[in-house]
Structures are given as C-alpha cells and as structure tokens.
C-alpha cells in the first residue's frame, strides 16, 4: 500500500468527519504558526468541561489516598512557578486570562507532569525530587505542558482519532479485507499520520513552553538541561519512528535553536 494513498485518504478522512482548520495561538517569538484540524461539533468548551470533571475525580481520588501535596516545599515551589506562567499565557491566546487555573501536586514516583484543556495542572512529585529540578528546569516542565493546553492537543487528538477511525474504514471498504487487513491498515496509518502529528505537538510544546518560561523571567537554557536529565532518566525508550514523543537528541536541538530567539525576553522579564 502505497504512503501517499494512506495520506490521501486521511484528509479525505477529515474532510468528511467535519473537521476544520484552526490556529489556537499566536506564533510567538518561536514562530509556532502551523494549522490544526479540529472536529467542529466538538467544542473547546465541551472539551474543558470533560476532562475538569476527569481533573476533579484525580484530585478526590488522591486526597482520599493522602497524596494531594497542598503544603510542603514542593508544592509551594510548584504553585509559584506556575502562577508566573499562567500570567505570561495570554501572550499567546489572550483567552487564557479567563481560564479557571488550578495547581496541584501529588505525591507519586512518577516522572510526570500535566495540564490538561482549560488549565488543569498536576505535578507529581517524583519528577521533581527524583531529578532533582532547579526552579527554572521545573517551569521549563510546567511551561511544556501549559503549552499543550494552549493548543489545544486533546481535542486535536480526539480530531485525529475520528479521522483515523474513518480511515481505517476507507482502507478496509477499499481492499475488501477483513480483521486482519483492517488491524494493518490502522496501524500503517498510525505510524504515517498519528505518530508524527504527536511528534510535532511535543515540538510546538516545547518551543511555546520556552517562550513562557523565559517571558515568566526563567532561564531558557534550563530546557536543555531537563531534557538532558529525562533523557538520563529514560533509557531504552522506542526509537522514534515508534513513539509519540521526539528523540531527545532532537528535541534538544530544536530548543538550542530556538533559545536566542527568546533570550532577550528573558533578559527583559529579568530587568
């Protein structure tokens, strides 16, 4: 089966799951600028709503669990952090200002972090500790994943998903195959469309999350450091081709690139 008929077959796919080209954000310093494909009767609201009730479920869960981190040094260090961040949000979609925000730590091994639609924010408490992270490293993390929420990458996701799902559909209806031949034609057009939008999703987080971070007066170079770090800490990951994620030495590349763009307004948020 041939790449481009994969591809092909995709848009086609998205055209007729009505989905539309957006821009969540601005560009930026960093020049994020790419078109997204969302499905149009699934609203950004709609969207924040479902996962603030999924983000409430956590948080009770924890707290039941004693793990919710409302007091110790870490979580003061993190709720700091992130409120510089979420002020420096509305530079890239002036929306954001009317967020409901909420940050909240738990304690977990965990090498994760998150914000999900709408500003929802967890830490947990293991990406911190077990890597030891300076506070600019940590906003460096926090600016990544406010980020994704920015743009909006659940419900392009979620977009990309109802794609995928009527492409498969088209590959099956189009070779006359069955259960076998449809689990091919979902994974072929997993590797050739899912993974790499994953791919430049994480891209588009880490350059927006280090505009953020260095608007909010952290030091850009911190980003290179941290993935240095997580890259320490997450030998024997797939190659890329395989993961939804780039490969660190990829991903620290494009940040160095991108550093002296955004260096000078480090400088000025540290004046």
């Known amino acids: 089966m041939r790449k481009s008929f994969v591809i092909s077959l995709l848009s086609a796919s998205v055209l007729l799951g009505g989905c539309q080209a957006v821009n969540t954000t601005s ?3 960093v020049g994020v600028e790419s078109k997204q494909y969302m499905f149009s009767m699934l609203s950004a609201d709609q969207v924040n709503q479902m996962y603030a009730q999924s983000y409430q479920e956590t948080l009770s869960k924890a707290s039941s669990q004693g ?4 007091s110790s040094n870490t ?8 409120n510089r961040l979420i002020a420096q949000a509305p530079s890239f979609r002036p929306d954001a200002a009317q967020w409901s925000w909420e940050v909240n730590v738990i304690k977990s091994d965990e090498l994760n972090a998150n914000c999900g639609p709408g500003g929802k924010i967890i830490v947990y ?22 980020a994704h929420a920015l743009r909006e990458h659940s419900r392009e996701a979620i977009s990309q998903a109802y794609a995928l799902e009527l492409a ?14 449809m689990a091919f ?10 993974l790499p939008n994953s791919r430049s999703n994480e891209n588009e987080a880490d350059l927006i999350g280090l505009e ?3 608007r909010a007066g952290y030091n850009p170079d911190a980003a290179i450091t941290l993935w240095q770090k997580m890259s320490a800490a997450s030998e024997g990951a797939p190659p890329e081709f395989l993961s939804t994620h780039p490969a660190d030495s990829r991903r620290i590349a494009s940040l160095q690139a991108a550093i002296p763009k955004v260096m000078p307004l480090y400088q000025a948020a540290k004046k």
């Open 185 to 194: 034609g979902q994974k072929l057009a997993e590797l050739v469309w899912t």
């Open 212 to 214: 953020i971070s260095a």
């Open 125 to 146: 408490t293991g990406l911190v500790d077990k890597l030891k992270l300076t506070d600019d490293e940590l906003a460096a993390v926090v600016g990544h994943e406010i």
């Open 27 to 29: 560009g930026g310093a």
């Open 67 to 70: 793990v919710l981190d409302k």
């Open 75 to 82: 979580a003061k260090r993190v709720q700091v952090i992130a």
């Open 168 to 181: 498969s559909q088209g590959i099956a209806a189009a070779f006359n195959v069955g259960a076998q031949g």
